[in-house]
């Protein structure tokens, strides 16, 4: 059974930076992506960011130059380091796994539809 637990997220002021993380478990597939999305409330889910099993990385243009997506070596933790933050960041954080897709073509999938497993999401909320 695959599973995804995120955690880092907190109440952070505007400018500030916060790290989620993301542990995996249970999943086997050969060629995956990992990735952050978001759901702000009364807004649509959108994604952040996403990193391929093979290193490559794209981000939503809400988080390019101020959110970086990591992993630990063995694959098994995802990270986003987000800086600069502003109160639209506050939402609640996701991570997803889709198999089969590169980080590209995770970022075009519908932000509902488009991952085959979710977390339960982490909260961020970032004052003015």
């Known amino acids: 059974q695959v599973q995804l637990v995120e955690s880092g997220g907190g109440s952070v002021q505007a400018g500030g930076s916060v790290i989620l993380s993301c542990t995996i478990s249970?999943?086997?597939?050969?060629?995956?992506?990992l990735g952050w999305l978001r759901q702000a409330p009364g807004k649509e889910r959108e994604g952040v960011a996403f990193?391929?099993?093979?290193?490559?990385?794209a981000y939503a243009d809400l988080a390019k130059g101020r959110f970086t997506i990591s992993r630990d070596s063995a694959g098994n933790t995802v990270y986003l380091q987000m800086n600069s933050l502003k109160p639209d960041d506050s939402a609640m954080y996701y991570c997803?796994?889709?198999?089969?897709?590169?980080?590209?073509?995770?970022?075009?999938?519908?932000?509902?539809?488009?991952?085959?497993?979710w977390g339960a999401g982490t909260l961020v909320t970032i004052s003015s």
């Open positions: 249970g999943y086997d597939y050969k060629t995956y992506c």
């Open positions: 997803a796994i889709v198999a089969g897709m590169t980080a590209m073509q995770s970022l075009g999938r519908d932000p509902d539809y488009g991952m085959d497993h």
């Open positions: 990193m391929d099993n093979k290193g490559g990385t």
